[in-house]
């Protein structure tokens, strides 16, 4: 059964600081790997989606890397700001079917 | 294009009560799915619809819970009797091939408190 663990749960960083998010996975025979941003009383934004093919995905200040034979993602954030203050989950899907398997989520926190 | 649409998006119940959600996916999306999202934790899929068709239900507490998907487009989970343990975000999400390479689309969930 896979399982998919966040670390941390929660960070609160200062504005304009650069900060990783990290994301473990028990099965590393997986599709791919998403990266969502969920707000407050709203439903998940996909941010990134990584192919298991692939190392690493960009999008603006984001870059998603993927390390499949250790079952680790990381999710890095350049010069983070106060809008960048949400709930970062990941998921993993458990069979071509689709089925998204979700981390516990990291609550990030960007103060002024 | 629209997103997917959530109905209600609050509802505050009694246990032992029933409750009912709605979800209209987005246009051509073959796959449907219900996420439980409890406080702290990340979503669980309860079922998954291919077309009008379920693909999994394994997660689904089925002697209270029930899904359906008429003609392959809208949906609707059903919660009878709602216990405690029930008070959740419930996210509907859609996708438009039964392939994990497409991402999935969520809709802004209904919370629902049972007390």
């Known amino acids: 059964k896979q399982e998919v663990t966040q670390i941390p749960a929660a960070l609160s960083v200062p504005e304009g600081e650069n900060l990783v998010l990290n994301c473990s996975f028990t099965d590393s025979a997986i599709y791919n790997l998403q990266w969502f941003r969920q707000d407050p009383g709203k439903g998940l934004t996909s941010l990134l989606l990584?192919?298991?093919?692939?190392r690493e995905q960009t999008s603006g200040r984001l870059n998603a890397s993927l390390d499949k034979s250790s079952g680790r993602s990381t999710l890095y954030i350049a010069a983070s700001q106060p809008g960048d203050s949400a709930t970062y989950l990941c998921a993993v899907p458990g069979t071509s079917y689709g089925k998204l398997t979700f981390g516990q989520g990291t609550i990030l926190t960007v103060h002024p | 294009e629209a997103g997917v649409a959530q109905s209600p998006r609050y509802k505050i119940i009694e246990k032992r009560q029933s409750v009912a959600f709605w979800c209209n996916p987005i246009?051509?999306?073959?796959?449907l799915y219900w996420y439980q999202q409890i406080l702290g934790q990340g979503p669980k899929l309860l079922i998954q619809?291919?077309?009008?068709?379920?693909?999994?239900d394994s997660q689904l507490p089925k002697d209270r819970f029930s899904a359906e998907r008429l003609k392959g487009v809208d949906s609707t989970l059903k919660i009878q009797p709602a216990k405690l343990e029930d008070s959740a975000v419930y996210l509907c999400a859609s996708s438009p091939n039964r392939g994990s390479v497409k991402t999935q689309y969520f809709g802004p969930g209904t919370r629902l408190l049972v007390l």
């Open positions: 619809f291919q077309n009008n068709g379920v693909v999994d």
């Open positions: 246009s051509g999306h073959a796959t």
């Open positions: 990584i192919q298991s093919s692939q």
